[in-house]
């Protein structure tokens, strides 16, 4: 059985946006409709809707602005939306693609020299646990393997983390 946990961006933050906050460029996110192709919501790891509204924001998934800290975008539905339950089981949406990069970090925030590649998606777990048994890496980002838009953390175990 999977230690691992797929883990969504809080809802604080997912509301924050929604509501018009500021996104990591302080900057207010974008508004658009869904042609329902490929529009990943990272707080409830679906895919928007055909005719839904979404935001496309600039979003850092690190406590604080630093050298590795980056920054991209990401979409989330316009509207609220109930978070991904953190669970061992990775979301639909994900299996859609071939592959995906993952990445582990530090305690620090700061990558791990050595533990990024692209990744078969049926492997993911697999990798993204065998990252996490290492005592340097504390958690691992899964990104878009085409354009490294940051998807979701992925924990050995669940834990509240603030961004």
Not at 40 to 62: E, M, T, W
Not at 103 to 123: A, C, F, H, K, L
Request: include cysteine.
């Amino acid at each position: 059985m999977s230690m691992i946990r797929f883990i969504a961006i809080p809802t604080t933050l997912a509301r924050h946006y929604q509501t018009g906050g500021a996104d990591a460029n302080g900057q207010p996110p974008e508004v658009h409709v869904s042609d329902g192709d490929g529009t990943p919501c990272r707080h409830c790891l679906q895919n928007v809707k055909a005719g839904d509204k979404y935001l496309i924001l600039s979003h850092r998934p690190f406590p604080a602005p630093q050298p590795y800290a980056e920054t991209g975008p990401i979409f989330l539905h316009a509207e609220a939306c109930e978070r991904y339950a953190e669970t061992a089981d990775m979301p639909d949406m994900f299996r859609k693609t071939s592959d995906y990069i993952l990445r582990g970090y530090s305690r620090q925030d700061r990558i791990v020299y050595g533990t990024g590649g692209v990744i078969p998606t049926d492997t993911i777990p697999a990798r993204a646990e065998e990252l996490l048994q290492r005592d340097d890496v504390a958690y691992v980002h899964m990104r878009s393997a085409r354009n490294n838009c940051f998807q979701c953390r992925i924990e050995m175990h669940e834990a509240d983390w603030v961004v």
